[in-house]
């Protein structure tokens, strides 16, 4: 078990000065290949009443993997696309994957025809693998958008048998030997894709190296081991999900309890059921566990440890986790796709004065504030955040553009207006890109303003984030039109309906006469979420 390594710094992705773990395995597979040989017969996930040991996911991987070889003569760089939900198979295809030199592209499967569509002929896979009550979806994606056609030849439906889809247990039979494949750590293991500003999602490439450090980084302060029961309950496809999660609990030897959705009263009994000891999730899970009586009604006197990220949690909804696991330690957690997961981590003991902060750097994180003019910060001031170090994205995908702009002197650009006081806590004040964060999805105001622009009687259109208990934030529009009023609500979510993922369009609308706005024309968003105040 990891409890503390040296630091020293190389050249990483053409950038000076990164601070790495010294003793730091090469490769993902390298981590997986050692916990299956000291844990091999632990329970590694559970799903209902099943539940597979890491020999076992080892032996499926290993097998999946020789029949991509043997069938599909795949190679190293060679990407594959899932569109799958929590489950065994999600697990499986990533190791086999890792173990193969495929770069895995998960994809949202919330997200609609057209933005899968992009997101399929930009990483242009050779293999989508996908549910069976999604192949209608990949179907219509086919049909509309011919790059999909020209790069994605085979197609690999993961439960019962589907017309032109190879059917996924078919795939576990066979030999599992293998080629060896001469992975390197700097190489891509995968392809996650962000919103888009414009319509367009980047894709983010996480390396190996991004991915150790991070379940490194997470292992350090969590201080987990093989005795580790957790959950994953936001979608595998997510960062959080696929490293924070899963990875991670690899990483330590630990168990998983999968969710293939989040049910609050199942979740509260299986956890109990399951002694699940550490809990890891969007702050929007807590607040509705807050939600049911059933919490009380069990003592969860065995959970070590708590943490959340990916949205702000409430004064109340803290409190209540404090009365329902009175001998957990507590963590916030602060990080992006960019960041392979957690950027800071606030510490398990920490001053009550700090309790606003997103906590420390990573131990091998650089971080900095800068102004307008890209001069570096003092304690205290508000700037943009910029972040350096091992677990920061070399690249995105085929973007030129999206490099260029998003990198600086080694840096990423958070987006994020930030301030780190005397002590090195780091505060997240506000949204320099604008972004709405609905229950850990991330929404872009301009992306939902481009569809509503659209429509052929809307005049003008402004999209804003308002707080809420849940979610955190939900999106509310601000809409001005001649013509339309609070009647056509309904036809204007229908319509929105056709380009945006269900997460992402408006659920409050408000009509007003006029936007405030600036001498130059631009939109004074402060101004309206004043209204909201």
């Not at 539940?51 to 594959?80: F, H, P, W």
């Not at 319509?495 to 939109?523: D, H, M, R, V, W």
Request: proline share 5%; glycine share 6%; aromatic share 10%.
């Amino acid at each position: 078990m990891l409890i503390k390594t040296d630091i020293n710094k190389i050249s990483l992705f053409g950038r000076s000065e990164i601070k790495v773990f010294t003793n730091r395995p090469s490769t993902i597979k390298d981590f997986f290949n050692d916990t299956v040989s000291k844990y091999g017969n632990r329970t590694a996930l559970i799903l209902d009443d099943e539940e597979m040991t890491y020999i076992e996911l080892d032996k499926q991987s290993n097998q999946l993997a020789a029949s991509l070889e043997r069938i599909y003569r795949v190679k190293k760089g060679d990407r594959l696309a899932v569109l799958v939900s929590n489950s065994f198979e999600f697990a499986i295809i990533v190791l086999a994957c890792i173990k193969t030199g495929i770069i895995m592209v998960p994809v949202n499967t919330k997200l609609k025809p057209p933005e899968i569509a992009f997101i399929l002929g930009h990483s242009k896979p050779k293999i989508i693998f996908c549910d069976n009550s999604l192949i209608s979806l990949v179907e219509e994606c086919k049909n509309q958008f011919n790059e999909i056609q020209l790069y994605s030849k085979h197609f690999v439906a993961i439960s019962e048998e589907a017309a032109d889809y190879v059917n996924f247990p078919s795939l576990l039979s066979g030999s599992d030997k293998l080629t060896e494949v001469d992975n390197k750590e700097t190489d891509p293991a995968f392809i996650l894709y962000t919103s888009g500003t414009t319509g367009r999602p980047k894709g983010a490439v996480l390396s190996h190296i991004n991915v150790i450090h991070s379940v490194m980084h997470y292992q350090l302060v969590f201080k987990g081991n093989s005795e580790v029961r957790s959950t994953l309950a936001v979608p595998f496809f997510h960062v959080t999900g696929l490293v924070a999660r899963f990875l991670h609990s690899v990483f330590i030897g630990g168990s998983l309890l999968i969710f293939k959705k989040y049910q609050n009263e199942q979740y509260i009994k299986q956890c109990y059921e399951k002694k699940v000891n550490v809990h890891s999730n969007v702050p929007t899970i807590y607040a509705m566990m807050a939600t049911s009586p059933l919490l009380k009604k069990f003592s969860f006197d065995f959970v070590k440890r708590v943490s959340f990220g990916g949205g702000p949690i409430y004064q109340h909804t803290l409190e209540m986790l404090r009365e329902i696991f009175p001998n957990a330690t507590y963590h916030n957690v602060y990080g992006a796709t960019e960041t392979t997961s957690p950027s800071t981590i606030m510490p398990g003991s920490y001053p009550m004065s700090k309790a606003s902060s997103v906590g420390k750097p990573v131990e091998t994180a650089d971080i900095k504030v800068i102004d307008s003019n890209e001069n570096e910060l003092g304690p205290n001031k508000v700037g943009e955040l910029l972040i350096k170090g091992p677990m920061v994205i070399g690249q995105y995908w085929d973007d030129p553009v999206a490099n260029e702009n998003s990198f600086v002197d080694g840096y990423w650009r958070s987006g994020d207006l930030a301030k780190v006081d005397e002590d090195g806590y780091v505060y997240i004040l506000d949204r320099k890109k604008d972004m709405i964060n609905r229950g850990g999805e991330k929404v872009f105001s301009l992306e939902v303003e481009d569809v509503l622009k659209k429509h052929p009687d809307i005049d003008e259109v402004a999209v804003i984030a308002v707080p809420d208990k849940i979610f955190g934030e939900r999106v509310k529009t601000f809409i001005i039109s001649d013509t339309l009023n609070e009647k056509a609500i309904p036809e204007i979510k229908l319509y929105c309906s056709q380009f945006l993922a269900n997460f992402k369009i408006p659920e409050i609308y408000e009509f007003i006469e006029e936007l405030p706005k600036t001498a130059s024309g631009k939109t004074l968003k402060h101004q309206l979420r004043k209204r909201d105040s």
